[in-house]
């Protein structure tokens, strides 16, 4: 299937967190990624007794989405949100499935947040939100719907500011020897407006038959994209062609 239009966006302001121990082992010329933020999430915005009720993906999510909202000196109640993690608080959930087995009594915080929308509600908590918010899963395409889904509030409300906010753990086990690449845990912030007429991204998708997992999720091969210095790239997932294009005047 061909996407039958060419979407378009600008990016205002972006921030990338992954975990430090990705970059062990690797240099600063192999990878572009090592360009991204490696340092120990402090989230000193948030006062300590809410910070408690953040697990390692409601952190990671929380530290780069105000990261990237500071970058542009946006106020975090103002924007529209999309959150969007393929694999969601699994580990959480796995979690208190492990402490029920074990006849273990489970923790309340544990069973309240073990919902995929648990990132995207404590923010919008914590930063008084009240505009419209997206939770989004969609395997390993999910960066490419979430952006998708926020480029459509982009059309729907032209004035409104979209931060779309793209994060993971690593998998473990279980259910990690079921995955064919462990990526490391990660979160991509991207703050979006309608297509300026000087600077703006535009991009088109191709579906195809199954091939081999990707080296890296999406959104963080559509970051190495915006370090290097190429005009257009395609970037794969499982049965996905992603095209983006880089357009300046």
């Known amino acids: ?49 809410k910070r408690r009720r953040l697990n390692g993906i409601s952190k990671m999510a929380m530290h780069s989405s105000l990261k990237c909202l500071e970058k542009a000196s946006v106020d975090p109640s103002s924007v529209i949100t999309v959150f969007a993690s393929q694999h969601g608080e699994l580990n959480r959930t796995v ?34 939100n009240k505009h419209p918010g997206t939770s989004i899963a969609a395997n390993t395409n999910t960066f490419g719907y979430g952006l998708i889904e926020a480029l459509n509030l982009l059309h729907r409300f032209p004035d409104c500011l979209v931060l779309l906010t793209c994060f993971d ?40 038959e199954k091939r081999t997992y990707p080296e890296l999720p999406l959104e963080l091969q559509f ?12 970037i794969r997932s499982e049965d996905t062609d992603w095209e983006f294009t880089k357009h300046a005047l």
């Open 95 to 128: 979690s208190i499935v492990d402490d029920m087995v074990n006849n273990q009594e489970v923790s309340p915080k544990d069973f309240s947040l073990s919902v995929h929308n648990a990132a995207l509600g404590l923010f919008s908590i914590f930063n008084k």
């Open 223 to 234: 970051f190495n994209f915006l370090q290097n210095d190429v005009s257009s790239t395609t």
């Open 1 to 49: 299937m061909t996407s039958n239009n060419t979407l378009s966006f600008s990016i205002l302001s972006s921030h990338c967190w992954v975990d430090a121990a990705y970059i062990e082992g690797k240099s600063p010329a192999s990878d572009t990624l090592l360009s991204a933020d490696f340092n120990p999430i402090e989230l000193k915005q948030i006062p300590a007794i």
């Open 169 to 208: 753990s690593q998998v473990n086990p279980p259910f990690q020897s079921l995955q064919s690449a462990l990526h490391p845990s990660h979160s991509y912030s991207l703050l979006l407006s309608a297509p300026d007429s000087q600077q703006y991204i535009s991009m088109k998708f191709n579906k195809f």
